[in-house]
């Protein structure tokens, strides 16, 4: 019995020292990542380098940005890239998620007497579903032509591959020599210093900034969403050291739609403003104020013909909007940062009253000649903030947590509830990379939303939902 | 008989397994003199930087092409070019100390914020100064020669004269006579006949600076940072301190010269045009070239 003992621990230790020197071979052998990234490797800089956590920008990143895509040590232009570098990166997200809905109106059933069942009615209760998935893919593709002159081109598809342009613009930087006059045309991201398109999180409610998109119930207003990217012209100027920065872009009040559509014929403008301080250990703080304000039809002309109405791209009626706020990035050392954003936002009444969206297909009311408003109708309006820290445990493990919060201040409909649409929100999560180079940018993600609207279950009570979600978030 | 072969091999396997682990100790070796130095610090202005405050930052921007043991060999060692500064060595380019001395805090400050032009080091003017300033400790971090050594005393760089076309014309001898265009050329381009002999002192190649290319010198671009470039010399490079060759005056002389092989404007550049100043002749007899 002894002498079975002693030998099986003896092959034991034969079998553990084969596998200690296998798993060292492994360990001695197995390669770099050797993924390629647009511009971390154009400059041989880690991710690390221009995101607090990829794909959010940090300072360094910013002014990288702000300079046209350019370190600006004279090695900008392409004519010092390898000929057959080309500056395009993928991203795609397969994951696991869980969404949950509080209040959904589902059918009830009866049997109809006969071995089988009809409708009965209906009756709310929550659903939940869970699944494997993607999200869209996205190509960015950006850089210089030439020295001072940028460009970004993004064509970026939903999770079925039906790909539309995100992002297309040209870019003139440092013009006259300065760095406070550069112009960039096209289809672009506003001037959001905390960038949506950057976002840490990934699920459906968690993965937008409410603030940027925020209508009131039966609002009409589908051009004020300034985390679309949209049309138009910025110009936009900083100190050398990006301490100082300034934008103001003239927009199409089109949300960003292609081809002329509604809402050409009417502008808009956004400007911002920040200003960067040293305090030491603590980082470089930074303070700002935007203001998206600009108008938009709420009138659009038909056609009767032998086929019935049609309508007419181009509009009138144009009526205003605005959406200003302030921002703030602070930062508590290395390890913790909090970013601030503040909202006040108004409608035209008429836009509050339902007038304006037939942009994305939704065609409510059309303010025609000799239309008028109902009695007592207000311009909408409300006030929002949104918060997010985050605790960088290191380049690689970024811990995030979010709330937003959205509260009305003046309905459009007089006897509407002062709390109808309120919006509160949650998100907790975290991103791990467990490698950082300049090659590849890849990230275990795991995310919990939670959302709650006041009034807006079919009933007319409150509405929750939340997701879960977990997935390899990763570009190359 | 089976079993007995199996005990050898995995005898075999098991030291070289050991023998494996234990090479990487080596660097953990190197890693642990870090640590001796990892109380270093910086002085600029009235900042003091702490070298383990810098570490986060080191880590996040600059392990790539510096390395974990900032001997320059990070990952992007293949792809960069320049090579990266290999901070154990303690040799420095930009330095207001005379060559073969350490540079000051200060000089290793401003070289963090100011980048190096056609190289991969952009200018880290993001970081607060408290920031730079404990990174200027972590990089002297890497080298035993901050414990045992003083940076040198910065040189003494006179008031700037007043530019006149005799000046210019007088830089144009010191030019001709300490024979700078043999590495930088007769127009300043980088093209002279030695340039493509040249290698730093890890016997790497290296170009001599293209004045005609519109670049900012390396270690800055005003006339009291061209003045210091060749009063200094850039250490771990050919490029040798004149210091001993060429007086002060002359040195100011020099600086007006080379303005005027700059592609961009100044007044040094009109009046050489106004001038008619030729090149030097390398081929013309001492004293008239």
């Given at each position: ?159 079925a591959a039906q790909f539309h342009f995100e992002t297309v613009m040209g870019r003139l930087d440092n013009l006259f020599g300065s760095s406070w006059l550069n112009v960039k045309l096209g289809k672009f991201e506003l001037d959001n210093l905390l960038s949506e398109k950057r976002i840490l999180t990934l699920t459906g409610n968690g993965g937008i900034y409410q603030l940027y998109h925020f209508r009131p119930q039966g609002d009409g207003n589908v051009f004020g969403q300034m985390g679309d990217n949209q049309l138009g012209l910025e110009v936009m100027g900083h ?238 | ?289």
């Amino acid at each position: 019995m002894r002498v079975s003992s002693y030998s099986r621990l003896r092959d034991v230790s034969y079998f553990g020292s084969l596998v200690l020197f296998a798993v060292t071979v492994m360990l001695a052998c197995s390669p770099r990542a050797n993924a390629l990234p647009a511009f971390a490797r154009k400059y041989g800089l880690r991710c690390s380098a221009c995101h607090e956590s990829w794909p959010m920008l940090n300072y360094f990143g910013q002014k990288f940005k702000d300079n046209g895509y350019q370190l600006m040590n004279d090695r900008d232009a392409p004519i010092w890239q390898n000929p057959s570098y080309w500056p395009v990166t993928f991203r795609i997200t397969p994951i696991w998620h869980r969404v949950s809905t509080g209040k959904v109106m589902v059918d009830t059933y009866g049997s109809n007497g006969a071995g089988g069942s009809v409708v009965t009615g209906s009756t709310l209760q929550r659903v939940s579903n869970s699944g494997f998935d993607i999200s869209g893919l996205d190509f960015h593709t950006g850089g210089t032509l030439e020295k001072n002159i940028s460009f970004y081109v993004l064509p970026s598809s939903n999770n079925a591959a039906q790909f539309h342009f995100e992002t297309v613009m040209g870019r003139l930087d440092n013009l006259f020599g300065s760095s406070w006059l550069n112009v960039k045309l096209g289809k672009f991201e506003l001037d959001n210093l905390l960038s949506e398109k950057r976002i840490l999180t990934l699920t459906g409610n968690g993965g937008i900034y409410q603030l940027y998109h925020f209508r009131p119930q039966g609002d009409g207003n589908v051009f004020g969403q300034m985390g679309d990217n949209q049309l138009g012209l910025e110009v936009m100027g900083h100190s050398w050291n990006d301490r100082t920065r300034y934008s103001a872009a003239l927009l199409s009040s089109v949300d960003g739609q292609v081809g002329l559509p509604y809402g050409s014929n009417a502008y808009s403008g956004f400007f911002t403003f920040s200003q960067a301080f040293d305090t030491g250990k603590a980082g470089v703080q930074r303070i700002g104020a935007y203001a998206f304000v600009g108008e938009a039809p709420t009138n659009w002309l038909t056609q009767t013909g032998p086929n019935g109405a049609t309508v007419i791209p181009g509009a009138v009626g144009n009526k205003s909007f605005s959406r200003e706020g302030f921002v703030g990035q602070f930062y508590f050392g290395q390890h913790v940062d909090l970013q601030v954003v503040t909202q006040h936002g108004q409608d035209s009444v008429w836009f509050g009253q339902g007038y304006g969206d037939f942009i994305d297909g939704v065609a409510s009311g059309n303010n025609t000649t000799g239309t008028t408003l109902a009695a007592g109708a207000q311009a909408p309006s409300w006030n929002g903030v949104l918060v997010e820290p985050h605790y960088i445990y290191s380049p690689q493990l970024i811990f995030i947590g979010r709330f937003e919060t959205i509260r009305m201040s003046q309905q459009s409909t007089p006897g509407t509830a002062s709390n109808f649409g309120n919006i509160s929100t949650y998100t907790i999560g975290y991103r791990y990379n467990p490698f950082m180079t300049s090659r590849a940018g890849f990230a275990w993600h795991n995310e919990y939303n939670w959302l709650h609207q006041d009034g807006t279950a079919p009933d007319g009570t409150n509405l929750n939902t939340s997701e879960l979600l977990m997935g390899f978030d990763f570009d190359f | 008989m089976q079993r007995n072969n199996l005990r050898k091999w995995s005898s075999v396997f098991g030291a070289a397994a050991v023998v494996a682990f234990a090479m990487p100790s080596s660097a953990q070796q190197t890693k642990y003199d870090f640590e001796t130095r990892m109380n270093i610090e910086s002085h600029v202005g009235n900042i003091t930087g702490h070298a383990k405050d810098a570490k986060p930052d080191y880590r996040r921007y600059c392990v790539g092409c510096h390395g974990e043991l900032g001997d320059g060999n990070g990952e992007n060692f293949p792809w960069v070019d320049p090579k990266p500064r290999n901070f154990q060595l303690g040799v420095f380019k930009c330095r207001s100390t005379p060559t073969g001395t350490l540079p000051t805090d200060q000089d290793l400050f401003d070289s963090i914020g100011r980048g190096f032009d056609r190289s991969n080091m952009p200018q880290w003017s993001t970081f607060t100064k408290q920031e730079r300033t404990d990174l200027v400790a972590w990089v002297k971090h890497f080298s035993p020669r901050w414990v045992g050594e003083k940076p040198g005393t910065p040189i003494t760089i006179p008031p700037e004269p007043e530019v006149t076309p005799e000046r210019i014309k007088a830089g144009r001898e010191v030019f001709a006579r300490v024979q700078c265009w043999k590495c930088h050329g007769v127009l300043g381009q980088g093209d002279g006949p030695s340039a493509a002999t040249l290698t730093d002192d890890l016997g790497r190649p290296i170009a001599p600076f293209n004045f005609a290319e519109g670049a900012r010198p390396k270690c800055g671009d005003t006339d009291k940072d061209i003045y210091r470039i060749f009063m200094t010399g850039l250490d771990g490079t050919p490029m040798p301190s004149f210091a001993d060759n060429i007086k002060p005056d002359e040195a100011w002389d020099l600086v007006f010269y080379l303005r005027t092989l700059m592609s961009q404007h100044s007044k040094e550049k009109a009046m050489a045009k106004q001038l008619g100043l030729k090149p030097v002749d390398p081929n013309a007899p001492a004293g008239q070239q």
